[in-house]
């Protein structure tokens, strides 16, 4: 459809009356049968200037610019429906129609409250029966009335209260001669006794909760939900209950418990909302039970917690009594009842912030949604952009989805923008205040709410409530019973005490994880109160020496899985010890502390993160530089190196190398060879490259550290590769391979793996590659290693790349580039870009292809890496020999040939000097080439068994047809045989000076 509906529009929906059971009973039938209703259905909407946007099962949304094009199409399918029953199968079906505000966001509708009533006021429809809302009617009546040649009417069937416990609706039903007219009571609230209170405010999102707790109450009659102050429990439960009602003959009540002090009034407080008088010599519990015992009934017994013991007596009472009576209770702990049923109440679906996002697809969260409608409550002007959404998302996230704290800060929208709420949180007790006057005190302000519950615990569980808000992102049992202890708790009851706050919904137990946490309001809560007390810094110092001593044991095991999975759940306490070690200047801590991240930083790629945090351990004047500070500037220089701040590197590493050389320790001298080994590799130096690894070789042999050793000869494997022996790098990688295997360093397998697999695709063994690169990127993603996980996929796009696979190749590469682009892996960045430029020529895309080139070319040299360097001079002088730029085609080649003589990439000079090849062709340079292709046969596909990615081999193909063309089989044997006893030094003088 060309135009699709949108601002205000109109929505028609529609649903088949137990389709579930026509299915059974005409199994044969039903399938045409349907398929003939849904093309009368889309004719009929398509004719009347319609868009069906959505069909769920048998139902079909659709959406109109006008209402009269609605009602129209309503009416016309209905009577279509109504000639066509054949034997005894019959399909009724019922409809919606309501108009509101609704944007078309490319895949769907956005403006939820006018989807869920258009729902809703088709759910309030009988069978055969076409209901429209009063929105909808004010549109289209006149239209309508003033059309005397149309049959259609409508009949004012007053206010109903929707399921959705709004506020009640006018609705009209459709009249027209053709089709039934007289109908039994809507499916309204009203059709049912019940007191559910008229909300202001629409229900938002909990769709699959409110399954779930549909399908409990049908297996019990006492269902609890629990959950922490704010959660919904109130607003979720009458909602089932506006859902069920039908179900029950006498209807739904809800009995408010919040504002009664004393249990002993319980019976009399359920008793009045019936209307029942005290009677002589009569309990007010007899009187109830006599009143509710063959009553069809469920009750929704509201904020039980204050009043635990006496709703758990009079509930098991009332249901061993009552057999037609359910009963749903809230409260933060479970009634403790037989046949009790609980259910945990979540928070809203938040996004996480971490994660790039968009207004459109922040709108598919609950917590988002529900702020937004809060917020258009009180601002009608507030909308949702691409400047505010990260804010957006933080609240709602830092908010933890709470229902009534997201309320709360929606409501600041009034007088702040979503920037400065965001900006406020951290003191969120202050900006969360001033809900509705007509809420419930608690509910009026974010600390009331909380003190509800602090106040109703005993003074050891307030007391440990407090202290566990030092934890930061959860904690273990262990922590807790170590951190938390002392005189007034012991050790061993803090277990108990655990327990118990989690029975009363202040703490959440993860059972996958087997780890508790607290809501970041809960938490904020017991901090405040820790500072009344005066025990953070006893509490942090025993937190951070317990995450110190943590770090640094897990540190050991970095490369398995285990050890990574603990600590990407601790990097929360870990991280805010580390903030305490520098606020308070525990230097020898905090270096420590930095120290054992170091590896978990560079896996999870947060180089930007782990350099601000080594800036912040390392002492401006240090008093002495010793082992363990020499051993920090190392891992801050390796973290300047991937940043692709080379000078900076160098300088920090060479130091650390001085440092250790000075006070005599190997064990810092090997990891400050081997990380400035690194460096000079990255920049193309391999001959310096493999010094340093060498002399770290000895130090490790001499130790006996086999690790250590697996991963210096790892990095030797790199060098030789590079150079094109791969003879040699094989062998390397396989003895490291083994030892690694051998200590299930699963990190180090997937290196090793990756390293064999670049040179299966270089000798053309696709497949063999393929095997080895999957494998490598299963145990980076399993270990969450972002840096690997990018370097492995772009490995992929090679050997796809190589096969001619172009399209794949390119996803390959794309997803390889946003992986490092969010790890700021600058040298990954760099390959990327100039693979990309690859495809993109093999494309035709000459224009992007060069931009990719030009962007590598900038950041290689800004690393000073002369490999990449070199790679991007290439890619660019292949444009300039597309474009028949000759001159400045031959410029690129001779300085990327230039640059891998110096690093000694013996291999990319092969392909430098095969595209010079091409360009001496054009010249009429036959004896040059002939030359080079001996040159290349001898050097590489004979020794190093190289295969040149499908576009060079037809290139190389097509040259030396050329060749034959051009030179007789005597003369083209001559210069072949010459080239194959050339040096490198010789073919580059060759190839540049002809």
């Not at 209260?161 to 006018?170: A, F, G, H, S, V």
């Given at each position: 459809m060309n135009n699709i509906p949108s601002g205000i529009v109109t929505f028609l929906f529609t649903d088949i009356e137990g389709s579930t059971k026509l299915f059974q009973e005409f199994p044969d039938t039903y399938p045409d049968a349907l398929l003939r209703h849904n093309a009368i259905l889309q004719n009929a909407v398509e004719s009347n200037n319609g868009f069906v946007f959505k069909t769920?099962?048998?139902a079909f949304c659709c959406a109109f610019q006008n209402a009269e094009d609605a009602v129209k199409s309503a009416v016309d399918a209905q009577i279509k429906l109504k000639s066509e029953k054949r034997d005894d199968l019959e399909i009724k079906v019922r409809f919606g129609i309501n108009s509101g505000k609704s944007e078309w966001n490319g895949t769907d509708y956005m403006g939820y409250l006018t989807l869920a009533r258009s729902a809703r006021v088709m759910s309030a429809a009988n069978s055969e029966q076409i209901i429209v809302s009063n929105s909808?009617?004010?549109?289209?009546?006149?239209?309508?009335?003033?059309?005397?040649?149309?049959?259609?009417?409508?009949?004012?069937?007053?206010?109903?209260?929707?399921?959705?416990?709004?506020q009640p609706m006018k609705l009209y039903q459709v009249l027209v001669p053709d089709i039934p007219s007289e109908f039994p009571p809507l499916n309204t609230l009203d059709a049912r006794p019940n007191n559910l209170p008229v909300q202001l405010t629409s229900f938002i999102g909990r769709s699959e909760e409110i399954i779930r707790i549909k399908e409990l109450l049908n297996q019990t009659r006492l269902l609890t939900l629990t959950g922490s102050g704010g959660s919904g429990k109130t607003r979720l439960a009458m909602q089932v209950a506006g859902d069920v009602i039908d179900e029950f003959a006498n209807g739904v009540w809800i009995i408010e418990l919040a504002s009664l002090s004393e249990g002993s009034l319980l019976p009399l407080a359920i008793a009045k909302e019936f209307g029942l008088k005290e009677e002589l010599n009569r309990s007010p519990e007899e009187t109830l039970l006599e009143y509710l015992k063959d009553?069809?009934?469920?009750?929704?017994l509201d904020n039980c917690e204050h009043l635990i013991e006496k709703c758990a007596e009079l509930t098991e009472s009332l249901l061993c009594n009552c057999t037609g009576l359910k009963i749903i209770a809230t409260s933060r702990e479970s009634l403790r009842c037989l046949g009790e049923q609980t259910h945990r109440v979540s928070s809203l679906e938040f996004p996480d912030p971490r994660e790039k996002t968009t207004p459109e697809k922040l709108s598919q969260y609950e917590a988002i949604r529900l702020f937004i409608e809060r917020a258009l409550a009180v601002n009608s002007a507030f909308r949702v952009n691409n400047n505010n959404a990260p804010a957006l998302a933080e609240i709602c996230y830092q908010l933890d989805g709470i229902p009534l704290a997201i309320e709360l800060a929606a409501a600041r929208t009034k007088i702040l923008n979503v920037e400065k709420i965001h900006e406020r949180l951290n003191d969120r007790f202050r900006l969360l205040t001033g809900g509705k006057r007509t809420a419930l005190p608690r509910q009026q302000t974010l600390?009331?709410?909380?003190?509800?519950?602090?106040?109703?615990?005993?003074?050891?569980?307030?007391?440990?409530?407090?202290?566990?808000?030092?934890?930061?992102?959860?904690?273990?049992?262990?922590?807790?019973e170590e951190i938390c202890s002392d005189g007034m708790i012991s050790e061993n009851d803090v277990m108990d005490i655990i327990n118990s706050l989690t029975e009363k919904s202040i703490i959440i137990y993860n059972e996958d994880k087997t780890r508790f946490t607290m809501l970041e309001t809960m938490r904020q809560y017991g901090e405040e109160k820790n500072k009344e007390k005066n025990e953070i810094k006893k509490l942090s110092d025993k937190h951070l020496q317990y995450y110190l001593k943590l770090a640094e044991s897990l540190n050991k095991m970095i490369r398995e899985l285990d050890s990574l999975q603990i600590l990407d759940n601790e990097v929360g306490n870990i991280e805010k010890s580390l903030n305490w070690a520098v606020e308070n200047n525990y230097t020898e801590?905090?270096?420590?502390?930095?120290?054992?991240?170091?590896?978990?930083?560079?896996?999870?790629?947060?180089?930007?993160?782990?350099?601000?945090?080594?800036?912040?351990?390392?002492?401006?004047?240090?008093e002495t530089k010793d082992s363990l500070y020499s051993k920090v500037i190392c891992q801050l220089g390796n973290f300047a190196r991937l940043k692709g701040d080379f000078d900076r590197a160098r300088k920090l590493l060479e130091a650390s190398l001085q440092i250790s050389r000075d006070i005599k320790d190997n064990t810092s001298i090997k990891d400050a060879l081997v990380r400035l080994g690194i460096l000079e590799y990255d920049q193309g130096r391999y001959a310096e490259a493999a010094k340093l690894y060498e002399e770290s070789l000895i130090i490790n042999r001499e130790a006996g550290d086999k690790l250590r050793i697996a991963i210096v000869l790892n990095n030797?494997?790199?060098?030789?590769?590079?150079q094109g022996e791969y003879s040699k790098a094989v062998n390397h990688y396989e003895e490291s391979l083994a030892t690694r295997r051998e200590h299930g360093d699963l990190l180090g397998i997937a290196i090793c793996l990756n390293n064999l697999g670049i040179i299966a695709y270089e000798q053309g063994e696709y497949e063999k590659s393929t095997n080895l690169l999957q494998e490598s990127l299963q145990l980076r993603i399993q270990m969450g290693d972002r840096e690997g996980t990018a370097i492995t996929l772009m490995n992929l796009g090679n050997t796809s790349y190589n096969q001619g696979e172009y399209l794949k190749a390119l996803g390959l590469y794309k997803e390889s580039l946003e992986i490092s682009r969010e790890t700021e892996n600058k040298s990954c960045i760099a390959d990327c870009l100039y693979y990309l430029g690859n495809v993109l020529i093999e494309q035709k895309d000459l224009v992007q292809a060069s931009k990719f080139y030009t962007e590598s070319l900038v950041i290689s040299r800004?690393?000073?890496?002369?490999?990449?360097?070199?790679?991007?001079?290439?890619?660019?002088?292949?444009?300039?020999?597309?474009k028949k730029e000759f001159e400045d085609a031959k410029k690129y080649y001779s300085e990327s040939a230039d640059l891998n003589i110096q690093s000694g990439n013996k291999k990319d000079f092969a392909?430098?000097?095969?595209?010079?090849?091409?360009?001496?062709?054009?010249?009429?340079?036959?004896?040059?080439?002939?030359?080079?292709?001996?040159?290349?046969?001898?050097?590489?596909?004979?020794?190093?068994?190289?295969?040149?990615?499908?576009?060079?081999?037809?290139?190389?193909?097509?040259?030396?047809?050329?060749?034959?063309?051009?030179?007789?089989?005597?003369?083209?044997?001559?210069?072949?045989?010459?080239?194959?006893?050339?040096?490198?030094?010789?073919?580059?003088?060759?190839?540049?000076?002809?």
């Amino acid at each position: 459809m060309n135009n699709i509906p949108s601002g205000i529009v109109t929505f028609l929906f529609t649903d088949i009356e137990g389709s579930t059971k026509l299915f059974q009973e005409f199994p044969d039938t039903y399938p045409d049968a349907l398929l003939r209703h849904n093309a009368i259905l889309q004719n009929a909407v398509e004719s009347n200037n319609g868009f069906v946007f959505k069909t769920v099962g048998d139902a079909f949304c659709c959406a109109f610019q006008n209402a009269e094009d609605a009602v129209k199409s309503a009416v016309d399918a209905q009577i279509k429906l109504k000639s066509e029953k054949r034997d005894d199968l019959e399909i009724k079906v019922r409809f919606g129609i309501n108009s509101g505000k609704s944007e078309w966001n490319g895949t769907d509708y956005m403006g939820y409250l006018t989807l869920a009533r258009s729902a809703r006021v088709m759910s309030a429809a009988n069978s055969e029966q076409i209901i429209v809302s009063n929105s909808a009617y004010e549109l289209c009546c006149d239209i309508f009335n003033s059309a005397k040649e149309n049959d259609v009417t409508f009949r004012d069937l007053g206010e109903r209260r929707l399921k959705d416990l709004i506020q009640p609706m006018k609705l009209y039903q459709v009249l027209v001669p053709d089709i039934p007219s007289e109908f039994p009571p809507l499916n309204t609230l009203d059709a049912r006794p019940n007191n559910l209170p008229v909300q202001l405010t629409s229900f938002i999102g909990r769709s699959e909760e409110i399954i779930r707790i549909k399908e409990l109450l049908n297996q019990t009659r006492l269902l609890t939900l629990t959950g922490s102050g704010g959660s919904g429990k109130t607003r979720l439960a009458m909602q089932v209950a506006g859902d069920v009602i039908d179900e029950f003959a006498n209807g739904v009540w809800i009995i408010e418990l919040a504002s009664l002090s004393e249990g002993s009034l319980l019976p009399l407080a359920i008793a009045k909302e019936f209307g029942l008088k005290e009677e002589l010599n009569r309990s007010p519990e007899e009187t109830l039970l006599e009143y509710l015992k063959d009553k069809d009934m469920l009750i929704i017994l509201d904020n039980c917690e204050h009043l635990i013991e006496k709703c758990a007596e009079l509930t098991e009472s009332l249901l061993c009594n009552c057999t037609g009576l359910k009963i749903i209770a809230t409260s933060r702990e479970s009634l403790r009842c037989l046949g009790e049923q609980t259910h945990r109440v979540s928070s809203l679906e938040f996004p996480d912030p971490r994660e790039k996002t968009t207004p459109e697809k922040l709108s598919q969260y609950e917590a988002i949604r529900l702020f937004i409608e809060r917020a258009l409550a009180v601002n009608s002007a507030f909308r949702v952009n691409n400047n505010n959404a990260p804010a957006l998302a933080e609240i709602c996230y830092q908010l933890d989805g709470i229902p009534l704290a997201i309320e709360l800060a929606a409501a600041r929208t009034k007088i702040l923008n979503v920037e400065k709420i965001h900006e406020r949180l951290n003191d969120r007790f202050r900006l969360l205040t001033g809900g509705k006057r007509t809420a419930l005190p608690r509910q009026q302000t974010l600390t009331a709410l909380i003190d509800w519950s602090y106040d109703l615990l005993s003074d050891e569980e307030k007391i440990l409530w407090n202290r566990l808000s030092i934890f930061s992102g959860g904690w273990k049992m262990e922590a807790a019973e170590e951190i938390c202890s002392d005189g007034m708790i012991s050790e061993n009851d803090v277990m108990d005490i655990i327990n118990s706050l989690t029975e009363k919904s202040i703490i959440i137990y993860n059972e996958d994880k087997t780890r508790f946490t607290m809501l970041e309001t809960m938490r904020q809560y017991g901090e405040e109160k820790n500072k009344e007390k005066n025990e953070i810094k006893k509490l942090s110092d025993k937190h951070l020496q317990y995450y110190l001593k943590l770090a640094e044991s897990l540190n050991k095991m970095i490369r398995e899985l285990d050890s990574l999975q603990i600590l990407d759940n601790e990097v929360g306490n870990i991280e805010k010890s580390l903030n305490w070690a520098v606020e308070n200047n525990y230097t020898e801590d905090g270096l420590k502390l930095a120290l054992a991240m170091g590896k978990f930083w560079q896996l999870r790629g947060y180089l930007s993160d782990g350099i601000h945090r080594f800036e912040s351990v390392i002492p401006g004047n240090p008093e002495t530089k010793d082992s363990l500070y020499s051993k920090v500037i190392c891992q801050l220089g390796n973290f300047a190196r991937l940043k692709g701040d080379f000078d900076r590197a160098r300088k920090l590493l060479e130091a650390s190398l001085q440092i250790s050389r000075d006070i005599k320790d190997n064990t810092s001298i090997k990891d400050a060879l081997v990380r400035l080994g690194i460096l000079e590799y990255d920049q193309g130096r391999y001959a310096e490259a493999a010094k340093l690894y060498e002399e770290s070789l000895i130090i490790n042999r001499e130790a006996g550290d086999k690790l250590r050793i697996a991963i210096v000869l790892n990095n030797l494997g790199n060098v030789y590769s590079n150079q094109g022996e791969y003879s040699k790098a094989v062998n390397h990688y396989e003895e490291s391979l083994a030892t690694r295997r051998e200590h299930g360093d699963l990190l180090g397998i997937a290196i090793c793996l990756n390293n064999l697999g670049i040179i299966a695709y270089e000798q053309g063994e696709y497949e063999k590659s393929t095997n080895l690169l999957q494998e490598s990127l299963q145990l980076r993603i399993q270990m969450g290693d972002r840096e690997g996980t990018a370097i492995t996929l772009m490995n992929l796009g090679n050997t796809s790349y190589n096969q001619g696979e172009y399209l794949k190749a390119l996803g390959l590469y794309k997803e390889s580039l946003e992986i490092s682009r969010e790890t700021e892996n600058k040298s990954c960045i760099a390959d990327c870009l100039y693979y990309l430029g690859n495809v993109l020529i093999e494309q035709k895309d000459l224009v992007q292809a060069s931009k990719f080139y030009t962007e590598s070319l900038v950041i290689s040299r800004e690393m000073k890496a002369k490999s990449q360097i070199a790679v991007a001079l290439f890619g660019l002088g292949k444009i300039a020999f597309m474009k028949k730029e000759f001159e400045d085609a031959k410029k690129y080649y001779s300085e990327s040939a230039d640059l891998n003589i110096q690093s000694g990439n013996k291999k990319d000079f092969a392909l430098t000097v095969l595209r010079f090849a091409e360009l001496q062709i054009k010249c009429g340079i036959y004896e040059s080439v002939a030359k080079s292709f001996g040159f290349i046969n001898n050097k590489y596909f004979e020794i190093s068994k190289i295969k040149f990615p499908l576009s060079e081999r037809i290139i190389y193909d097509d040259l030396i047809s050329n060749l034959k063309e051009n030179l007789n089989p005597e003369e083209f044997s001559k210069y072949f045989q010459e080239g194959e006893k050339m040096t490198i030094d010789e073919v580059y003088q060759l190839i540049v000076n002809s």
